[in-house]
């Protein structure tokens, strides 16, 4: 039993110190990164389903790490977040994108919309709201240009305080969007209570649109309850022509995903900015 006992534990251990490893690594990576210039924003396309146009674009993070190699922000935001390295990383985020944002106004998108992903630890911070209209003031950026995704995760941490700062938000004229909506984290509580202007839709409820008949019909009722609240539609994870056309045909108003462009970054969509005639 003993020596059973020892090989288990020889067996397990070097798994172990490899995940611990693996984790200090990426602690203090992060917290170097922003520091090193190792951060960097990507931008992926957001249409206008019914015009056809570019309508904004969603800003997502990217970390290269010297040691790690590229690091998906599904791995590294969580890290950030359980150790308060969200905080300046958020602030980062919000300031290069409002940098960014202003560019393409000035380069004459005038109705550009860039989208900004809020963590549930910057929704805490009462402070978030006045920060916002600081850097909008500072680069010279219209409210109407900034849109901030949040999830129902992100709102409920602290509802009181979150929906304060939503609500000052959405008086500044920041547009607001209810993130990965049908995913289960995103509810009907949250949805009716907080100013959104638009429904994000999960990219798990659009993939099998083609062959599913119920998640075409929760599409179908999510776009009727958007129009009773005065909400837009945004569908994510778009990859396929059918796809598109089933979701401009149910009434969606935006659409986001491969089919039309993966995230990149801000020369190219510079460059694909130009190519579709927008700026
Ligand atoms: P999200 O907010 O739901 O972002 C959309 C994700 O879907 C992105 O993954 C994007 O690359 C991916 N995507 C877009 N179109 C398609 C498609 O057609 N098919 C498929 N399969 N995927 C598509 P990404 O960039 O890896 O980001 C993952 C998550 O990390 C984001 O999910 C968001 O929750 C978080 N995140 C990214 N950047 C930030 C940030 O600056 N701050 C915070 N707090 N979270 C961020
Ligand atoms: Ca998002
Ligand atoms: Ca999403
Ligand atoms: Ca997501």
């Keep these: 039993a003993k020596n059973g006992g020892r090989n288990q534990y020889q067996l397990f251990q070097p798994q172990l110190k490899t995940n611990a490893d693996n984790y200090m690594t990426l602690v203090s990576g992060l917290s170097s990164a922003l520091g090193r210039g190792e951060l960097q924003l990507h931008f992926q396309p957001q249409i206008d389903l019914p015009a056809g146009g570019v309508y904004g674009a969603e800003a997502l993070l990217r970390w290269h790490s010297p040691e790690l190699g590229a690091v998906p922000p599904d791995?590294?935001?969580?890290?950030?977040?359980?150790?308060?390295?969200i905080v300046p990383i958020g602030r980062w985020v919000l300031e290069e994108a409002i940098k960014q944002a202003k560019h393409w106004v000035d380069r004459g998108c005038q109705e550009f919309v860039v989208s900004v992903n809020?963590?549930?630890?910057?929704?805490?911070?009462?402070?978030?709201?006045?920060q916002v209209a600081g850097?909008?003031?500072?680069?010279?950026l219209p409210s109407h240009n900034l849109c901030l995704e949040i999830t129902e995760s992100t709102a409920i941490a602290d509802v009181e305080t979150s929906y304060q700062i939503c609500k000052a938000l959405g008086e500044m004229g920041v547009k607001l969007a209810i993130d990965d909506f049908g995913t289960g984290y995103s509810?009907?509580?949250?949805?009716?209570?907080?100013?959104?202007?638009?429904?994000?839709?999960?990219?798990?409820l659009v993939r099998d649109i083609a062959t599913n008949k119920k998640d075409l019909a929760v599409i179908r009722s999510v776009v009727a309850l958007a129009r009773d609240l005065g909400l837009q539609v945004v569908a994510e994870g778009v990859e396929?022509?059918?796809?598109h056309e089933m979701l401009r045909g149910l009434g969606c108003h935006e659409g986001q995903g491969y089919l039309y462009g993966r995230p990149m970054s801000r020369d190219d969509m510079d460059a694909y900015l130009q190519r579709k005639g927008c700026c």
């Design 187 to 204: 509810s009907l509580a949250v949805l009716g209570r907080f100013p959104f202007d638009f429904i994000k839709i999960d990219r798990s």
């Design 118 to 130: 809020l963590s549930a630890i910057q929704l805490r911070d009462a402070e978030l709201a006045e």
């Design 135 to 140: 850097l909008l003031d500072r680069y010279g």
């Design 75 to 85: 791995v590294f935001i969580p890290v950030a977040e359980a150790n308060g390295l």
């Design 240 to 243: 396929t022509a059918e796809q």
